[in-house]
């Protein structure tokens, strides 16, 4: 794998510890810059893989897009840009000293960076729990330009996802029904409580939905067609996961 | 019928490829060749040496046919360019078009055991009896000198590793002699049954004479790889006339 000569890079690795009076940090993402800010970019584990709590996935996300985002701007962070954030966390969010690394492509050492020091480790088949599914709704409406809040209070109401448009916030509900749980009363709980803060707050809001899978049975199938129910009674949206990534799928969300 | 010189230039015509290191992650081993562990563009970790006593051709030719038979980690040459030193210098000696072992995790060297068997954190009923049998088979085979081996802690798997003193005297073909290093804590008997033995041997004859040409070709020319055609040709050789000894010898060790 001979590419051209690599430029000189530098980067740090974001740690985290749910406990910060516990030795347990781990690594959650990779920050790549270079000495002008010419080039870099942050790569980021997926919230679910770092914690079960939702609002600390929502937390985390948040810390972690805001610094991806600081490399969408013409004025991106170079290595005295790095060690100022270095240098401002500390505690529970941190990042290590920055260290020299080749830059053959940025994007090619961004990824190697991500594998070597940060990737989960892999797993025979990734369970497609709620968490995992809000992973992909998240990074699909970002990816369609969305500006999106994850896991946040909104008033007096916890939404798995909030879409901020010109007009108005859409929060979002996220539903998997693809595990095979015996009690799935908790999804029905969690949908009951998504329609009564919309109607409290007076809000449009999307529903995502996992359908079951042939491992789900029966239980899932019942709760499955009852929650669309309340959905399709309260007129609230449904779509699939796939499809809120799908650039070709009208959302609706008033962009 | 000997492998020809014809056969490893045309291979060889093909140029060889080269991994790009990215970073120094920082481990090092205090060994003859002061090696570190670099991450790489293909995100693998490798432990980088720029010498070898038999010359980097050593380390590669047998790591390449370590990674063949299952016996141990794959070697790759690797270029660790000055971008990827660390500011301190203490790798500056690496620089260069090198060689790289995949390191592997959860792996602790014999040499380290003894401690960890002492505290109750190797245990040795864990080692697996047919990778340490492949492992012998395969270090007779390529003649190591500096016998290391690595011990996987989680699965008992046995790796053979550290092949830069191979292919010392490959001038005349003598038969392999078995080699067996010992591992603290574990009974001499594991891996020296009849089925073990038999498929680490199985393992090391279903190398053609095609795969030890592809082992000992395309490789860099100069002083830390002293590599030549003529020494390649001759290790090859050795090699198939070994391969095909150490089924008998393999039988004096069951």
Known sequence: MALRPPERGFF?????????????A???AVVLVDAEGQFGGVKTAPPSSLSQDLRQQGLLDAVLHGLARQFEQEDRPDLQRMRQISAGLSQSLYLTEPKATAVPDPDLTLQALYRAYVAPLPQPRRA????????????????????VKRAQYMGEFFFDALVETERTVIPFDVLS????????????????????????LGLPGRAVIQPPAAESGEPADITWTRVRRWFDEAHVPVFEPDEVADPNMPLRLGV | MPIELEALTAVDARGYEVLDALT?????????SQTCTFVCVDSRTYWVKASAQQGLVAELIAGRLAAQVGAGPAARIIRVPPESMPADGSASHLMGLVVGSEDERNTVNVRDLQPLLGSGQFNP???????????VAFQTWVGVDDTQVLINMKTGQ?????????FSSTGQLSPPTVIALAIPGVADGVGRDQASIENAVARIEAVTDRHLIEAVTRIPVGEPWRGPSDRRLEIANWLTYRRDKLREVMATWH
């Open chain 1, 12 to 24: 740090s690795i974001v740690r985290w510890s749910a406990d910060a009076t516990r030795d347990e």
């Open chain 1, 26 to 28: 781990r690594n959650i």
């Open chain 1, 128 to 147: 497609l729990t709620k968490s995992v599914v809000i992973d992909r709704v998240v990074q699909g409406l970002r990816r369609r330009g969305f500006q």
């Open chain 1, 177 to 200: 029904f693809a595990g095979n749980k015996k009690d799935w009363l908790p999804s029905e709980r969690d949908a009951g409580h998504f329609l009564y803060g919309l109607e409290r």
């Open chain 2, 24 to 32: 120094c992650d920082g481990r090092r081993s205090s060994t003859f």
């Open chain 2, 125 to 135: 009923g864990l080692v697996d009896a047919g990778s340490r049998a492949l492992v």
């Open chain 2, 158 to 166: 046995v790796r053979s590793i550290d092949h830069g003193a191979c």
